[in-house]
């Protein structure tokens, strides 16, 4: 059975930080572009970051610029998202989503198909 399984999300006080997992069973992420997702109650899932299967490249929501960093390990088969400094408006659920890819580059985009694999989801909660 293919699937993604996120972890490590949970409760913060703003400025805190937490450490996101993606884990891959069923296939390896070696040619995979990895993206993680996130949606807020009565909002639109948006991307957050997203990293490339090649070369590693990385993308970030200006939102999350400096404060994010997404990693590979291929060794483990896992993704991360290390998510620091951070902020009430980082409170949603997370997904992590795999798409193949031989390509330097990665999107964030998701609402046309872009991603074949995904979790089920990891909730972050920002609050004093």
């Known amino acids: 059975q293919l699937q993604l399984v996120e972890s490590g999300g949970g409760l913060v006080q703003p400025g805190g930080s937490l450490r996101l997992s993606c884990a891959a069973s069923?296939?390896?992420?070696?040619?995979?572009?990895i993206g993680w997702f996130r949606q807020a109650p009565g909002k639109e899932r948006e991307g957050v970051s997203c990293i490339s299967s090649s070369d590693g490249s990385t993308v970030y929501a200006d939102s999350v610029k400096g404060r994010f960093t997404i990693s590979r390990d291929n060794a483990k088969n896992t993704v991360y998202l290390q998510m620091n400094s951070l902020r009430p408006e980082d409170t949603a659920v997370y997904y992590c989503a795999a798409r193949f890819s031989f390509q330097n580059m990665c999107l964030m985009t998701w609402a046309k198909g872009e991603y074949d694999y995904w979790g089920q989801g990891t909730q972050v909660t920002v609050s004093s």
């Open positions: 069923g296939f390896t992420l070696d040619h995979y572009a």
